[in-house]
C-alpha cells in the first residue's frame, strides 16, 4: 500500500493543494481527469524517437483502468522544480519515470472510486475501476467524468492508494498498441523543433569555421545584407564551451542561406593542420608498457563518431525585456532552463522552454549550442528566430564520440580459457561535460565486463583536440566493443563454440546466462557473439553472417511497452551496423572530411540483416534500454563479418581507423 509519506516522498510526484470545489481532478502535476472524464498524463521527459511518451501513455492507462489510446499526453515545459530531474540520458526515462506516473495515475484511480464508494454508502472494496468507469454489482456504473467533482474534493492523504499488481496488469508488458503519436508523425501533424514557427519568426543559419578551433577575425557583411530578406547580421561569441561564428537573419531559411554564401569572414586560431590520424597514433603512443608476457594481446583504434540524427540540430528562441522564450528539441529542458538561467543571469521565473517532439538525440541534444545561437539572433533582430543547421553544419561541427586505443592482453589455461586480463585505455574526456575529465568516471561509464575472469582496467586521459560529447552507451561502446571482439578471438583459437564459451564464463542463474540461452536457442548456427549487461538491463546478441541474421534477447526487467522495446534494441542494432562497416569521421588539414550521409557511410534498408528480438521475463525492476543493445551489437556484427579471416582489431572492423 502507497501511504501518504510514500506518496508525497516518491521521486519526482509532486502533490498540489486540492481545493474545496474542482472542475478537474489532479492529485499530481503528472496525471489529472477533466470535467468530461477525459485522462490527460503530463509527460516531464521529451521524446527524442524513444517512446517515453507512449510509455507514460500505457502506465497511465493500466492504473487508471482506461486504454492507451483513451489517454491524452502533455509535454511538460522545463521546471526541475516541478517535474524532477528531465533529461533523457543514460537510459534512465523508464527507470525514473515508472513509480512516479504509476502512483499519479493509482492515486487518480483511488480518489474516484472512493468517490463512487460513499455515493452509493458501499465500502470501497466492493467497487472496482474499469474502462473509464467505476463498478458495483448492485449500482448502475458511474463514468469518471460523474465523479471529478466529488473525486476531487477529497484529501489525498485520506484515500488509501495501491498499484495494480502484476498478476491484473492488462497492459504493462502486454500490450499490443503502437506508439501513441505514431499516425501524428507519419501524417506530419507531429511537431519537432524544426516545425517551430512562432508568429513574426524569422530564420537564421551560422557561418562556422572552416578549421577545428577557428574563432571569427575579421567580418564584411556588406554583400550578405544586401541579399534580398536579410534582417540582421549577428557575430556570435558562445558563453560556454563551443565553436562562435557569424549568423545570418532572414525572413526565410533560405533567404539565410544566400546571406550566408555572401559573407566575407576571416579567421584566426586553431589547429589548420590537424589530421586525426596523428591524433590516433599519439593515442597509440601512450599506451602503458605490457606487464609480463600474456598468452594473447591485441590492440584496438576505435575512430571519431558523429551522432547524425535525423533532424539536425535547431533551436527557436524569443528575447523580450522581461522573458526568455525558447522551443528546442532538447534531451534536456529543465537543465537547459537552469543552465540559461545562469549564463543570461535572470531568475528561472522569467524562462520557458518548450521541449518539442527531436528527431533523435543520441546525447547530441544535452548541449545547448543551437539555443544559445537562437537566443544571440533573437536579441539582435527583436523577434523570434529560429536557427536552423545544415546536414553538413551537423556533420562537421558536432561533439564527437572520441577517439579512443584499447590494448588487451590475457592469460589462458591448458583448456584455452582466461584466468586473467588486463585492458589498457587511452582515450580523450568529454569536453562538454566536465565530470568524464576523470579517469575514474570514464572507467566507470565503460567498464562493465559482466565475466568471471578476473583482471584489471586502466584509463588514461589525454587532452582532446575538439569537442567531444555524449555518444549512444558513451564510454560503454568502446570499452565492450574491445572486451567481447577480444573473447571471441580468445574463444576461436582455443576452437570453442562461441556460446558455449561464455557459458563457462558466467555465472549459473544469471541474467547473462538466461538472455544468452534464449538467444542461442532461437538463433541456430552464429558467427559472432556478445552480452552486455548495463543500465539495469542484460542482452545477449547473435549474429549469423549468411543469411545475415541478428538475434538479440533482452531481459529489461518489466517490458513496458513491449513493440518500443523491440525497436530500440532494432536501432541499436542499426547504429552498431553502421560504425562497424565504416562510418567514421575524420580530420584533414585541420576540418571534418565528411559532410553528410553521403560519406558519412550510416547503413541504409539494404544493408540491414533480419532481425529477431526476443524479450526475456524475469523478476528484476523496470531497466534502461536506449542505449544497451549498442555494444554487443557492434561486437558481434564485427566478429560475424570478420570470421574465417584476421581477428577485428578495431572499429570499423575492415578498414583502416582515423
Known amino acids: 500500500m502507497i501511504t501518504r509519506r510514500t506518496l508525497l516522498g516518491a521521486a519526482l510526484v509532486v502533490a498540489v493543494p486540492v481545493p474545496t470545489e474542482r472542475t478537474e481532478l489532479a492529485p499530481t502535476v503528472f496525471v489529472r481527469v477533466d470535467g468530461s472524464g477525459r485522462v490527460v498524463a503530463t509527460v516531464p521527459k521529451p521524446d527524442t524517437g524513444q517512446g517515453v511518451r507512449t510509455m507514460a501513455a500505457v502506465l497511465v492507462a493500466e492504473e487508471l483502468a482506461v486504454e492507451v489510446a483513451d489517454v491524452a499526453l502533455e509535454q511538460a515545459p522545463g521546471d526541475t522544480a516541478t517535474f524532477g530531474p528531465q533529461a533523457v540520458q543514460n537510459s534512465t526515462s523508464s527507470r525514473q519515470l515508472a513509480q512516479p506516473l504509476r502512483t499519479a495515475a493509482a492515486t487518480a484511480r483511488c480518489l474516484l472510486v472512493a468517490a463512487a464508494a460513499a455515493r452509493w454508502g458501499v465500502p470501497t472494496t466492493e467497487c472496482t475501476a474499469r474502462r473509464g468507469r467505476v463498478e458495483h454489482p448492485r449500482h448502475t456504473p458511474l463514468p469518471y467524468r460523474a465523479l471529478v467533482t466529488a473525486a476531487a474534493a477529497l484529501d489525498p492523504a485520506t484515500v488509501p492508494v495501491t498499484l495494480t499488481p502484476p498478476e491484473r496488469w492488462r497492459l504493462i508488458g502486454r500490450t499490443r498498441a503502437g506508439r501513441s503519436d505514431a499516425r501524428d508523425i507519419v501524417t506530419g501533424r507531429a511537431r519537432y523543433g524544426a516545425d ?69 569572414v576571416t579567421w584566426t586560431g586553431g589547429t589548420p593542420a590537424a589530421d586525426s590520424r596523428t591524433w590516433l597514433a599519439d593515442l597509440e603512443a ?96 527583436g523577434q523570434p ?28 589455461d591448458a583448456a584455452g580459457l582466461p584466468t586473467g586480463r588486463s585492458h589498457q585505455v587511452v582515450t580523450w574526456p568529454l569536453t562538454v561535460v566536465p565530470p568524464f575529465n576523470n579517469p575514474a568516471i570514464v572507467k566507470a561509464s ?26 549512444r552507451s558513451v564510454y560503454a561502446g568502446q570499452f565492450g566493443y574491445a572486451e567481447e571482439c577480444f573473447l571471441t578471438e580468445i574463444a576461436r583459437r582455443g576452437g570453442h563454440d562461441l556460446v558455449e ?16 540461452d ?125 570470421a574465417g579471416g584476421e581477428p577485428v582489431a578495431g572499429m570499423p572492423y575492415a578498414t583502416p581507423v582515423g
Open 196 to 264: 517551430v514557427a512562432p508568429a513574426g519568426s524569422l530564420a537564421a543559419v551560422v557561418a562556422r569555421p572552416p578549421w577545428i578551433g577557428a574563432q571569427v577575425d575579421t567580418v564584411d557583411d556588406t554583400a550578405a545584407r544586401a541579399v534580398p530578406g536579410v534582417v540582421a547580421v549577428v557575430r556570435h561569441a558562445p558563453p560556454t564551451a563551443g565553436q562562435g561564428g557569424v549568423a545570418v537573419v532572414a525572413r526565410s531559411t533560405a533567404e539565410a542561406l544566400r546571406g550566408r554564401e555572401a559573407l566575407r
Open 286 to 381: 601512450a599506451l602503458p608498457p605490457v606487464a609480463g608476457v600474456p598468452d594473447v594481446q591485441r590492440v584496438y583504434r576505435m575512430p571519431l563518431l558523429a551522432h547524425a540524427p535525423m533532424e539536425p540540430m535547431n533551436a527557436t528562441a524569443h528575447v523580450t525585456a522581461d522573458q526568455v522564450r525558447v522551443w528546442a528539441p532538447t534531451q534536456d529542458p529543465g537543465g537547459l532552463r537552469t543552465q540559461l538561467a545562469r549564463i543570461l543571469a535572470l531568475p528561472e521565473a522569467q524562462i520557458q522552454v518548450r521541449a518539442t517532439l527531436a528527431g533523435g538525440g543520441f546525447g547530441r541534444r544535452i548541449e545547448s549550442d543551437a539555443v544559445l545561437e537562437a537566443l544571440a539572433c533573437s536579441r539582435a533582430a
Open 385 to 412: 528566430v529560429t536557427v536552423r543547421w545544415t546536414r553538413d553544419d551537423d556533420t562537421r561541427h558536432d561533439s564527437y564520440r572520441p577517439m579512443s586505443v584499447h590494448r588487451l592482453t590475457a592469460t589462458l
Open 446 to 471: 565503460g567498464d562493465h565486463f559482466p565475466y568471471a575472469v578476473p583482471g584489471d582496467v586502466s584509463v588514461t586521459l589525454r587532452p582532446a583536440p575538439l569537442r567531444t560529447g555524449f555518444w
Open 501 to 516: 564459451f561464455r557459458r563457462r564464463l558466467l555465472p549459473a542463474g544469471s541474467r547473462l546466462r538466461a538472455v544468452l
Open 518 to 642: 534464449a538467444a542461442a536457442a532461437r538463433a541456430g548456427r552464429v558467427d559472432g557473439v556478445a552480452c552486455h549487461l548495463d543500465y539495469g538491463s542484460a542482452i545477449a546478441v547473435l549474429v549469423t553472417r549468411d543469411p545475415f541474421r541478428v538475434t538479440a534477447a533482452v531481459d529489461v526487467g518489466v517490458p513496458v511497452h513491449p513493440s518500443g522495446v523491440i525497436a530500440q534494441v532494432e536501432g541499436g542494432i542499426v547504429d552498431a551496423l553502421s560504425t562497424v562497416r565504416g562510418a567514421q569521421i575524420t580530420v584533414r588539414a585541420g576540418a571534418v572530411v565528411q559532410s553528410s550521409f553521403r560519406d558519412y557511410a550510416w547503413a541504409r534498408i539494404g544493408d540491414c540483416p533480419d532481425i529477431d528480438v526476443v524479450l526475456v521475463p524475469s523478476e528484476a525492476p523496470i531497466g534502461g534500454l536506449g542505449e544497451l543493445a549498442y555494444p554487443p551489437a557492434a561486437a558481434a556484427i564485427a566478429t560475424a563479418l570478420a
